[in-house]
Each structure stands twice: as C-alpha cells, then as structure tokens.
C-alpha cells in the first residue's frame, strides 16, 4: 500500500480508504447502497487493514447514524490500527438547529459521532457541506475547540467551492484556527469538474482530495455496456436521481476508452478507472465502496501499477469536458501566450 501526505498535513493516509455507506441501508439512498451488517463489516474491515487500507469513512447521515454504529462495532480491539474520518452538516434531525455548522450543531454532532463510533477521537472531520448561514468564524472557532479539546484530529470540508473554500482558508489564516488539509470531493473519468478550480486551490493552498464515488456513481463498474439495458441489479435503477448527472453520450465515450484499455492491461473497467484518478494532482486518497468481499477485492487491485502516459492520454481525450467560463477563457489566453522558448 502506498501511502501520501493529506495535502500540508503530516498525516499520511493510504491511496485507498473504505467507505461505509454500504452499511446500514437504511432509507431510500443507503437502501440502494447496501445493507452491510456488524459481522459482513468486521470481514471487510479485516480485508482492508491486510491490504494496509487503515482510513474509514463515514458520516453522521449515512443510514441515520447506523453506518457509524456499524463501523464502531467492527473496530471494536483495533482502534489504534487504523484511521476514522466522518462528517456532519446536513440535516440529522427534525429539529430547526439539527443541521448545518452551527457550533450548536457541529458540537453535538461530534459527541453524537464519538458515541456511535465509541471512540474518543475523530482523525479527520470532514464538514459534509457548505453552510451558507452560519458565518466562517463561529465554524471555524468551533474546530478549533474540538481539536484542542482532542476530540478531532484534523480538519477537512466536503462538497465545497472553489469561493467556499478559499474564503475558510483565509479566515482560518487570519485567527489562527485549524485549516482544511482535506476536501472530500466528487471526481471521476465522467466528471472532470474538480479539476477547474478546485485542483489549482488544492496544489495552491495544499488542500488534498478525498475522492468519491470514483466510479461515477456505479457507471464504471464493467456492469454497463453500449447498447444493453441496464444490469437489473444495478443501484443506478434506485439511487440515479441522487447522484452526479452524465450523458449518455459522454459516458459511453469514456466506457469505449476505458473497455479498450482494460482489455489492453488484462485488469477491470474499475481498476482502470481508478488507477487514473490515482495519477491526477492533489488526490491523496480514494473512498472505495463495495457491498461484498468480491467488489473490495477487485477494487484493491487499482494499485501495484500504473497505466502508461498514452493511456493515460487517451483516457484524458475521452472524458474531457468542455469548460464554462471564466475557464476556457483562461485555457485560451495560455495557448494564445505561450512563454518564451
């Protein structure tokens, strides 16, 4: 396993993490995901820390509290192998201040976390979304108790701006409060976004990216194909409308590359998929879902070696996007004054 800084941190973290909301299923979303019990999670854990995969990701929200619950009871005798990150921000309850990053919210929501993952401790705590009504200041003042009372670790966002997140860096600069070394974001071969602004932010400011759903939301898994219908097991049948959105013609462009290239290497169309998310700037680490030992299995042999540049090239030429303004502005004004040879 290979293990990378958490963008200027000194906390190294493995290529790969596991991500929990496989467990639980509870609700609509989590339902679809999967519904990973104490005893399936206590395998898969052990599966991951044979590999060297020590980082587990939750969050307060995923199955109502269970997935936490459930990762709790799996680690139960290992806490000190391994590393815990989880988040809090979106609605957790039916009360007016049950959401968002109050530090009403935020400091009930780490006491909840702690208790459900009967840990004293959170490694990295990760703000799942931007709060747009509570100022920068109480969020970031309310951090830096929890880290000095040691109830957290390091501190990270998820789901943030380029704006959103440069303003909390800033702010954070200005006080002296902990900064976001992390930013949990969505990033794959058929959703380049991250890459316009907050890629340059992240190398710029050393922010590194906890990348998920590498797979786009189930697309590039090897289950779809050009021309067939959908896999009748499929997650995307149920869980489609909540996650990123992709055309058919762009996902179908990308899957052409990538079958090819799988074919090429002799690995899978997931294994393809994120060994390139792997060769990009600032990702420090990749969220790995699976339902059952089968998908961890695979999804573990996307690392010990790497696509060659042109296919890489070919991959990027595949899936590039065309950008919105003030992008492609940008990227034109670069081609147009090139420095001098």
Not at 17 to 40: I, M, P, Q, R, Y
Not at 162 to 173: N, P, Q, R, T, Y
Request: charged share 25%.
């Amino acid at each position: 396993m290979e293990y990378r800084r958490l963008g200027a941190s000194g906390l190294k973290v493995p290529v790969l993490s596991f991500g929990t909301g496989t467990f639980g299923g509870v609700g609509k979303l989590f339902g679809a995901w999967g519904d990973t019990d104490v005893a399936a999670a206590r395998r898969l854990v052990d599966i991951c820390l044979d590999a060297g995969v020590n980082l587990f990701d939750s969050a307060d929200v995923y199955s109502a509290g269970s997935a936490e619950s459930i990762l709790g009871e799996a680690i139960k005798g290992r806490r000190e192998r391994l590393l815990i990150s989880t988040k809090a921000t979106f609605r957790a309850g039916e009360g007016p201040n049950d959401v968002g990053s109050s530090r009403f919210h935020l400091t009930r929501a780490v006491e909840a976390a702690l208790g459900r993952l009967g840990t004293d401790r959170i490694d990295l705590f990760q703000l799942h979304g931007f709060d747009a009504l509570t100022p920068v200041e109480e969020v970031l003042s309310t951090l830096d108790d929890l880290v000095r009372a040691g109830k957290i670790r390091y501190v990270g966002c998820s789901n943030f701006s380029g704006w959103h997140l440069m303003k909390s860096l800033a702010v954070a600069d200005r006080y002296g409060y902990p900064r976001y070394v992390a930013h949990q974001a969505y990033y794959s071969l058929i959703g380049r976004d991250y890459e316009q602004e907050l890629m340059p932010l992240g190398l710029d400011q050393g922010v590194g990216a906890v990348v998920w759903s590498p797979l786009g939301w189930g697309r590039l898994t090897g289950k779809i194909h050009r021309g067939k219908p959908l896999p009748k097991d499929s997650r995307l049948h149920d869980s489609a409308e909540f996650g990123p959105p992709v055309s058919d013609e762009q996902l179908f462009r990308v899957l052409d590359a990538v079958e090819e290239i799988a074919r090429e290497t002799g690995k899978t169309v997931p294994q393809v998929a994120i060994n390139w998310l792997l060769q990009r700037p600032t990702v420090a680490t990749v969220v790995l879902g699976a339902r059952n030992e089968e998908q961890l299995q695979q999804n573990l042999g996307s690392i010990g070696w790497n696509l060659s540049p042109e296919q890489v090239a070919r991959l990027d030429a595949a899936s590039e996007q065309t950008l919105p303004y003030p992008y492609w502005h940008q990227r034109g004004f670069e081609e147009r004054n090139p420095p001098p040879v």
